[in-house]
């Protein structure tokens, strides 16, 4: 009775915050942004959401700006930190127009070309601008498999919810332990597999550290392990923000061709320090509230 219980309270704590997603849904962009608006002063101003979190990684990232410079970076994070919130309650109404709309192509040729070979594709993007939204132009960009890799979220009920929101339009959301297994399974066929890169790994996922803005940064390895193990090619999705607010563009660059071309390591290193220059070109679209350098070097 006990196990009955828990499974009906777990499955009511999923109903509802599927139906509230789905009420706020139903609301237009502009009353969303609107609340995004005030949202961005009740995180910075009120409630401080991971204030201290922000500005010491900010303060770190970039210790040759001004004190003034590194809050400007803080305040612009956090006046876009609602709008994803509000965009990503919205996805749960948007159609294959909308997704379209609201999200460009460049470069597309770049995975083309790879599928024409008869190849598949190993994507890697970042924390950076809507990558959620990246996810439903991922998915309707082709027919062929899309896999989205992903580290589960500590809450079971959002996890869950979150994931048949992200599988809308045919992506299969593989947790990372699980990866190897999926692309094995398609290793005869075109696909594309994402992968989110600046993510922290865990101390026994990976032993490789290297200097990402300004710091010493454990990171994630994964991605180079499945190249080489696969010999597929490397293709960086940068999900940008353009002027008009909600929209945005996702441009393809191939980081590596063959794999086997490059040491140890240095793969890893090439598409973290895309990443980086991109963060530094435009700072405030990076996921700063992320304790992203909280794994020491062991003694």
């Not at 109903?15 to 002063?41: H, R």
């Not at 696909?191 to 990976?206: K, R, W």
Request: aromatic share 14%; glycine share 4%.
């Amino acid at each position: 009775m006990q196990e009955i219980l828990g499974n009906l309270t777990i499955f009511m704590r999923k109903k509802s915050i599927t139906a509230l997603l789905y009420i706020l849904s139903w609301l237009p962009f502009w009353l969303l942004y609107t609340l995004s608006d005030m949202l961005y002063y009740v995180l910075f101003y009120l409630i401080q959401y991971r204030k201290k979190v922000v500005l010491e990684n900010i303060r770190n990232s970039f210790p040759e700006k001004s004190p003034a410079e590194q809050v400007n970076i803080a305040k612009k994070f956090y006046r876009y930190l609602p709008d994803l919130v509000v965009e990503a309650v919205k996805m749960r109404r948007m159609t294959e127009k909308d997704v379209r709309n609201r999200i460009e192509l460049i470069n597309q040729d770049e995975v083309d070309r790879h599928f024409q070979q008869g190849k598949g594709v190993i994507g890697v993007t970042a924390h950076y601008g809507n990558w959620e939204l990246g996810i439903y132009r991922l998915s309707i960009m082709t027919k062929f498999p899309r896999l989205v890799i992903y580290k589960p979220l500590s809450n079971s009920d959002f996890n869950d919810v979150y994931n048949a929101l992200r599988c809308r339009f045919g992506a299969t959301m593989v947790p990372m332990k699980q990866i190897l297994r999926h692309i094995v399974q398609l290793r005869h066929e075109p696909h594309i597999s994402m992968f989110v890169a600046d993510q922290t790994p865990m101390y026994q996922d990976s032993d490789y550290y290297m200097n990402f803005l300004n710091q010493e940064t454990l990171v994630y390895t994964g991605t180079e392990r499945i190249a080489r193990l696969t010999k597929n090619p490397i293709v960086y999705c940068h999900i940008g923000r353009k002027e008009k607010r909600g929209h945005y563009y996702c441009k393809f660059t191939t980081l590596v061709e063959n794999p086997d071309d490059y040491p140890p390591h240095e793969i890893t290193k090439k598409h973290n320090l895309f990443t980086e220059e991109m963060i530094r070109k435009q700072p405030e679209y990076w996921l700063w509230s992320h304790r992203r350098w909280k794994r020491k070097r062991r003694t």
